[in-house]
């Protein structure tokens, strides 16, 4: 194909939405001229599956759960007049907590304003709003924000230590819809610990986002916590930006929620649109179908020419795998479902994975990112008439050429800038493409087996890790090999599982757990304590 063909191709497939400034080029996709014509009855019952969605229809039947985060920015939607006015309550009480803590008419014990945020959560407790905080942050913003995003001991040492004597003026949010989530009480545990280490009471910095009636919301209550906001079951860890859960650390930085609201619901108006080729979510939905073959056989790189987009591939990691890859479809077949997603961002990408991706093995196509607007202000020339911005729109050009010429796919989504509306635009046509997708492979896209099967199989572990430790407790000092110690305990086939725990909990001293030998095979172990 010439370049006069390619920019008639381009002309042809460019779908262009001003009402949310943002475009949709899927020209370098090589789907066949007949491949949306063929799947346009597939995607209008994926519309019609929508509107059901939409309407209250029950969505996550494993929990009997509607799906509602489409009425999160447009709550007249909902279908219960009850949570319509839950919804529009819970965003005024969002404002005016954080004008509060701004104005400093809620402050801490010691100190005269929050000047510190701690988001305490795991998954889409923490990954939508670091996205969010890292794309819209600046230097002036109210609260610096910082998140324990893991149960990794270093990882939370590393982020308190940053915070330093800062603590005193730092304010924490605890997410967490049931409370019990083990990553996040174990954060909230440690945060809680920091504290007191320096005199301070953490009920007083402390807010909780979660299930009401939860196990976390009752010890808030108790406690005295400073606020609770709500975290509905209709809403999905990785959906929940727009929520609370999103919404809270936002507007406590400082940033524009009422914005980001507004993109995210001008974007979810946009794609409604039963126009296919005017609706940009429809056409993601059906080029993730075309370049997978409706099988995750190819893998989706992001490619966001931003660095305010850094955290954007995470973010959508977690929206788009937990939501697609399921073993089971519709009607409980075994499909293997998925969509593979990583990402790094332009032009870094080209000193990391291009090669590969322009070479190597052609297992996947990238989804651009473009955004028009350089910085606020001018830029200074970093050669005659050209700016360091534009090196980067060169960059991102000659890669989506290079790529196209070596056969590889792509498509680009452009915006204006990065503001509070483009975020929210954003936010909401990835979430609408996912449902469209889900409906197009027949799976269900709003609940998790193997996220709650890992969960338990950690439970187990960890109950066998109590098992052992007590074994060797009852007898300290005596050493024991791991396959004496699955004997002992009956578990003679868990000897590999034996030989894990007890090499990590040597490792760390809080165990009273020791061994000998520098070969770890042959270890022996022993309860010093």
Known sequence: MDKL??????????????????ALDISRMNFPDTFLQRMEPAIQKAFDAMERLEAGEIANPDENRMVGHYWLRTPALCPDPALTAEIEFTIRAIKDFAKNIHEGSITPPVRQRFTRLLVIGIGGSTLGPQFVSDALGTASDPMEPHFLDNTDPDGMDRVLSR??????????????????????????????????RRGLEFARHAVAVTGNGSELDRAAEQERWIARFPMWDWVG???????????????????????????ARLCDDVTRNRETTHNPAALLALMWHYATNGRGERDMVV??????????????????????????????????????????????????YVQQLRDGVNNFFVTFLEVLKDRQGKSMEVE????????????????????????????????????????????????????????????NAYHQPGVEAGKKAAGE??????????????????????????????????????????RHSAANEDHGISCDGSISLERRYKAIR
């Open 461 to 502: 572990v960890l109950a066998f890790q109590r098992e052992i430790h007590n074994l060797l407790r009852r007898e300290i000092g005596k050493p024991f090999n791991c396959e004496e110690i699955a004997t002992s305990i009956g578990r003679s086939g868990d000897v590999e599982l034996v030989y894990h725990i007890l």
């Open 384 to 443: 005659t008439g050209v700016t360091s911005g534009d090196y980067l729109s060169g960059f991102y050009l000659g890669t989506r050429q290079a790529l196209h010429e070596n056969g590889r796919e792509s498509m680009t989504i452009t915006v204006e800038r990065i503001d509070p509306r483009t975020i929210g635009v954003l936010i909401a046509l990835f979430e609408r493409a996912v449902g469209l997708y889900a409906s197009l492979v027949n799976i």
């Open 163 to 196: 915070i330093g004597p800062a603590l005193s003026e730092t304010l924490v949010i605890v997410i967490s819809k049931s409370g019990g989530t083990k990553e996040t009480r174990n954060g909230m545990l440690e945060a809680k610990a920091a504290f007191e």
């Open 303 to 352: 490619l966001p020419y931003k660095d305010r987009l850094a955290f954007f591939s995470r973010y959508l990691q977690q929206l788009i795998m937990e939501s697609i890859g399921k073993e089971r479809d519709l009607d409980g077949r075994i499909v293997n479902q998925g969509l593979t997603v990583y990402g790094n961002k332009g032009s870094t990408d080209q000193h990391a």
């Open 5 to 22: 063909e390619l920019w008639e191709r381009f002309r042809h497939h460019l779908c262009e939405i001003p009402a949310i400034g943002l």
């Open 237 to 263: 860890g990785r959906t929940s930006e727009t929520s609370a859960v999103g919404l809270l650390p936002a507007a406590l930085q400082g940033l524009d929620i009422d914005t980001i609201l507004e993109g």
